[in-house]
Nanobody, 117 residues
Framework: QVQVVESGGGLVQPGGSLRLSCAAS????????MGWYRQAPGKQRELVAG???????NYADSVKGRFTISRDNAKNTVYLQMNSLKPEDTAVYYC???????????WGQGTQVTVSS
């Protein structure tokens, strides 16, 4: 019922910046929360940052002060501004959209972020 599409991943040098975008469409339900998760090789998927439709945000400790999540509710789009990138940030980044209806969530297929010199 909801299509989630990420974009903006790529290869970047340590200390560089990248901006990810995620657009959710096709839903007849109101989106409650959108967020970014990531999964590195050999590790479990983890929450990077989340934001509610009211603007409340939360971040993983590892990215606080470096990443900023924002959203455009009119477009059902969420962004992740990633600054001061480190090799440890290398992962596949997934966007998630959660709706109020039965608290269902929907995932994008992911976008690769690689931080390497």
């Amino acid at each position: 019922q909801v299509q989630v599409v990420e974009s903006g991943g790529g290869l970047v040098q340590p200390g560089g910046s990248l901006r990810l975008s995620c657009a959710a469409s096709g839903s007849r339900f109101v989106i409650k929360t959108m967020g970014w998760y990531r999964q590195a090789p050999g590790k479990q998927r983890e929450l990077v940052a989340g934001i509610t439709n009211g603007g409340s945000t939360n971040y993983a400790d590892s990215v606080k002060g470096r990443f900023t999540i924002s959203r455009d509710n009119a477009k059902n789009t969420v962004y992740l501004q990633m600054n001061s990138l480190k090799p440890e940030d290398t992962a596949v980044y997934y966007c998630n959209a959660r709706v109020w209806h039965y608290d269902n969530s929907y995932w994008g297929q992911g976008t690769q972020v690689t931080v390497s010199s």
